[in-house]
């Protein structure tokens, strides 16, 4: 394989767990033995120095039954009803078994909007990485409860997977009940055989190979996989298909157990530079001092005292041209104040940000993560 040991080499790593894997569709009870020892395998990554992000399914299946929903597909309330009931049970079951282990759970609950809007995404993202940096465990859900239609993701592999790319994980675990990728479906082909790595984008070929119909737990199958890899791929993300259906499944994938890694060509770094300077489009420019050029050339980010002038009309969140003095492009970045805002700090100390502003935002106009060098 072309990464050695990709798993463990990981610094920032996404679990996904479907439902088939966590609840007795039956009982809608929550499969205590697997998610012990799945806390287990997370507790042995944060001991290896890893962060660990979960995205888990499983609430509408867990409320639908305490709430004696019939069988067969819900109407939309009903499954948001069921997400209610289920999602704070579910919570709950991370939250002990973590427990155990001293690893404190954040429920984080997101709509395909808080992954779409910038400013928005920008709000997900700083409240991820604070909760990362104090040592929580995300639990994160999609936001059922309150999602319509038009902005459900309606399936977590590809939620997983903007999650992923939102913080810039390295890792993608999909956490699945068939072992990976097959080149013919499994089911009708006995001789069908695992695909071992899948490297850069995804072709034709990679997809007609896996057949559109092979269905996999929950709202996912292989087509939203791909879709997911995509995502994750696209952000400079590894993925990987494996079985959740063992006991202990991280602990396995370490061990070498059969699965499909998806493999990009850049890293979650550069991939995101490469978005900021290449795909964003600037909404105006930011003219910056001699200064700051130093600081931003020596990987620091710019601050409202660096900045001279602001050019143009943007939002939190959008893309800006960063210029020195002399009108020369410095980079592009992403930045943290509407126009109006940054008018009114630009030139201040950033303790002075809260008097002039009435909120205390961030520090940086521009952070150094939200920044590409010209
Ligand atoms: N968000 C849904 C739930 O928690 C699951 C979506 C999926 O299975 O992909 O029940």
């Given at each position: ?151 459900r993701f309606g399936d977590n592999d590809r939620l997983a997977a903007r999650v992923s790319a939102m913080i810039s994980a390295d890792t993608l675990v999909l956490l699945s009940n068939i072992d990976g ?96 300077a290449g795909v964003l489009k600037p909404a105006g420019e930011i003219i910056v001092d001699e200064g700051a050029v130093n600081a931003l050339k020596s990987g620091k980010s710019i601050l409202p005292a ?69």
């Amino acid at each position: 394989m072309g990464v050695k040991k990709p798993f463990e080499s990981s610094k920032r790593v996404v679990i996904k767990i479907g439902s088939s894997l966590l609840v007795d569709p039956e009982q809608g009870s929550v499969h205590r033995k697997w998610l012990e020892a799945l806390a287990d395998d997370i507790a042995q990554c944060r001991a290896n120095g890893q962060q660990v992000v979960i995205v888990s399914s499983g609430a509408i299946a867990v409320g639908r039954r305490h709430l004696g929903l019939r069988d067969g597909k819900l109407k939309l309330e009903e499954s948001q009803a069921a997400a209610a009931t289920g999602m704070i049970r579910l919570a709950h079951a991370y939250q002990d078994v973590l427990a155990h282990h001293n690893l404190t759970v954040a429920q984080v609950l997101v709509t395909l909007d808080d992954s779409e809007s910038r400013r928005r995404y920008l709000n997900a993202r700083n409240t991820l990485e604070t909760l990362l940096r104090l040592g929580a465990v995300p639990l994160i859900n999609e936001n059922d409860t309150v999602a319509t239609d038009e902005i459900r993701f309606g399936d977590n592999d590809r939620l997983a997977a903007r999650v992923s790319a939102m913080i810039s994980a390295d890792t993608l675990v999909l956490l699945s009940n068939i072992d990976g990728l097959y080149d013919r479906d499994p089911r009708y082909e006995t001789d069908a055989k695992l695909v071992p790595e899948v490297r850069g984008a995804i072709s034709q070929y990679v997809q007609d190979m896996a057949g559109s119909s092979i269905s996999c737990d929950g709202s996912g199958g292989m087509v939203t996989k791909f879709e997911a890899a995509r995502i994750a791929m696209g952000a400079g993300a590894r993925m990987v298909i494996t079985n959740g259906l063992h006991s202990h499944p991280l602990r396995r994938l370490t061990k070498g157990s059969a699965c499909t890694w998806f493999l990009p060509d850049a890293n979650p770094r550069t991939a995101r530079k490469r978005w900021i300077a290449g795909v964003l489009k600037p909404a105006g420019e930011i003219i910056v001092d001699e200064g700051a050029v130093n600081a931003l050339k020596s990987g620091k980010s710019i601050l409202p005292a660096g900045v001279l002038d602001i050019i143009g009309q943007f939002d939190r969140g959008d893309a800006v041209i960063v210029r020195a003095r002399d009108g020369l492009e410095v980079g592009r970045g992403i930045i943290a104040y509407s126009s109006d805002d940054a008018q009114r700090i630009k030139g201040n100390k950033t303790s002075e940000i809260e008097a002039l502003l009435g909120y205390r935002g961030r520090d940086e106009i521009v952070h150094r993560d939200d920044f590409a060098l010209e």
